[in-house]
């Protein structure tokens, strides 16, 4: 272990545990900020068209977030490697930090320093982000470990904390990048009608501050209050251990191969899980823009608002969850069950957005915001159902020898699971029919330009909440077919799973700090000791 400085006592845990609360909460703060306004920046109009984006369809949009998000689950695998074997945990954390932070600043150049070239500099911006995530995300959490002896009860109460650092961090980031696009919003005047724009790019601003201030929490105090914890890359310590296990080279034995089958078994049904839950950022975050009255009485509640919903949420019912758990004592469900129930979840949350939808086909001009938070509320509670579930099982199925690597194949299921989601989303896309649409309007006598534009819109907009309620029926149908087979095989599993099912937390502080390794900000990485 690395020396561990002695620094004092905070609310009686080491005071390093709040200085890596205080770098991790911001860089969650600055990470969602920007997947808050990603792709209603994507599919803003352009300037002087009554917007301050890219002006991307709505398909091309949602897939490029599939894409990006995919890749931020993936490249901690590389950022992990590069810490373990030659930069050491706290270089790669002030390097991952600094190259996002360029990359958020990147993303808010005004367009009018780089014309002809806005696709480019966003691409590259976006670039920077991954790099920066895979050096930054695999680090932090193993270091919180670090500042406990083997066997300190206190570690389980730590993990808790910080995880509601996380949490707390991606609330604010909704909240407060709102407040940064709107405020440095103007007005201006298209086909002679005054329209507000949002400048997403003062939101991508404030997200780029959000990961500068994590950065010099690291640097200022990390000295003084983690000593030499994260500074030495561990690949020695790897390879003495690696001495010790050489008994532990042979063939896998039958009992393996039945718990490897179960985990490939969960992966599959993490990537349904997933594929629905990030509709969050993409899909949902769009219909919220779009087709949501988001009035409440005279206020509008801005869009990126929605994005912290999930945070809350977990923050509200983590604790009840994990009280639960230890209430029912021997009636507690078996994992592939909670993980059936959290399918099953996610299958009702999009019975909200069907109703929404539905409202609209009645002749609503727009849904109720309360169909999205009925959806949220629901898929939160999925969430905390399955996500600390698949985490734990890995790191009780997994041989010890491979236990690196199918936390490996885990984060690359969730991926996956992300890419799924954007091209799910993608198929709200009606751009490919505008000349049907024009067709259309011009068949009804429409031939002034202003009015034809507003007559296109008004179909693309229908069609794409035919698209939607489709979609989310598909979603709904999903979840819940999923969850029944899940729930009907889970006694199969759990006989492959050869008494690994048997290790559950016997105290709520471990309860909840299972429940708070989430990934709706799902951040949670094993608590394994580097």
């Known amino acids: 272990m690395s020396n561990t400085p002695s620094q004092g006592t905070l609310l009686g845990h080491p005071k390093g545990l709040f200085l890596l609360f205080g770098t991790e909460l911001w860089e969650r703060f600055s990470y969602y900020a920007m997947r808050a306004i990603l792709v209603l920046y994507l599919v803003d109009k352009v300037s002087g068209q009554g917007g301050n984006g890219l002006g991307w369809t709505e398909q091309d949009a949602i897939s490029l977030y599939g894409t990006f998000t995919m890749l931020v689950y993936l490249t901690p695998l590389i950022g992990g490697w590069l810490a373990d074997n030659h930069l050491g945990q706290r270089k790669s954390i002030l390097i991952g930090g600094f190259l996002m932070a360029m990359g958020q600043f990147t993303l808010a150049m005004p367009h009018g320093w780089f014309v002809g070239q806005e696709n480019t500099v966003f691409y590259a911006g976006l670039a920077l982000l991954i790099c920066g995530n895979g050096m930054f995300k695999p680090n932090i959490s193993t270091m919180v470990g670090d500042l406990y002896e083997d066997g300190d009860h206190r570690r389980d109460g730590a993990f808790t904390i910080f995880y509601m650092g996380i949490n707390i961090g991606a609330f604010l980031s909704g909240i407060l990048v709102a407040s940064a696009y709107q405020s440095f919003g103007y007005t201006e005047i298209v086909n002679g009608k005054e329209i507000f724009v949002n400048n997403y790019q003062a939101g991508f601003a404030a997200a780029g501050f959000g990961m500068l201030l994590s950065l010099v929490i690291q640097g200022i105090f990390a000295r003084k209050l983690l000593g030499d914890i994260g500074t030495v890359p561990v690949a020695k310590l790897k390879a003495n251990q690696a001495s010790k296990d050489e008994g532990q080279t042979g063939p896998l034995s039958k009992v393996e191969r039945d718990r490897i089958k179960v985990i490939f078994v969960l992966g599959l049904f993490t990537i349904v899980f997933w594929a629905g839950f990030e509709q969050a950022g993409g899909l949902m975050n769009i219909y919220a823009d779009k087709f949501t009255d988001r009035m409440v009485g005279s206020f509008e509640v801005p869009t990126a608002w929605f994005q ?4 809350f949420f977990i923050v509200l019912f983590a604790p009840i969850f994990a009280s639960l758990w230890i209430k029912l004592g021997d009636k507690e469900p078996s994992s592939p069950a909670k993980f059936a129930l959290g399918l099953f979840l996610l299958g009702l949350g999009f019975l ?23 959806a949220y509320l629901f898929h939160t509670l999925g969430e905390l159902c399955l996500s600390p579930v698949g985490l734990s099982m890995v790191t009780k199925l997994a041989p010890v020898k491979l236990a690196s690597l199918f936390m490996g194949l885990w984060f690359f299921f969730t991926g996956l699971a992300n890419y799924v989601a954007g091209f799910v989303g993608s198929l709200i896309g009606v751009h490919g029919d505008g000349e049907a649409f024009s067709s259309q309007c011009t068949a009804q006598g429409i031939t002034d330009a202003v009015k034809l534009t507003e007559c296109v819109d ?7 909440i035919d698209k939607s309620l489709s979609i989310f029926i598909g979603l709904v149908i999903t979840g819940v077919v999923s969850a029944a087979i899940l729930y009907l095989i889970s006694d199969k599993l759990i ?10 937390p016997t105290t709520e502080d471990e309860a909840l700090e299972e429940e708070m390794q989430v990934t709706g900000t799902h951040e949670a990485m094993p608590e394994t000791k580097r």
């Open 308 to 311: 912290s919903i999930n945070a």
């Open 495 to 504: 006989d492959w799973m050869h008494g690994a099912e048997d290790s559950h």
């Open 458 to 464: 008004g179909l693309k907009e229908a069609a794409m």
């Open 352 to 374: 909200f957005m069907v109703a929404a939808s539905m409202q609209i086909a009645g002749g609503d001009a727009k849904a109720s915001l309360w169909w999205l938070v009925g």
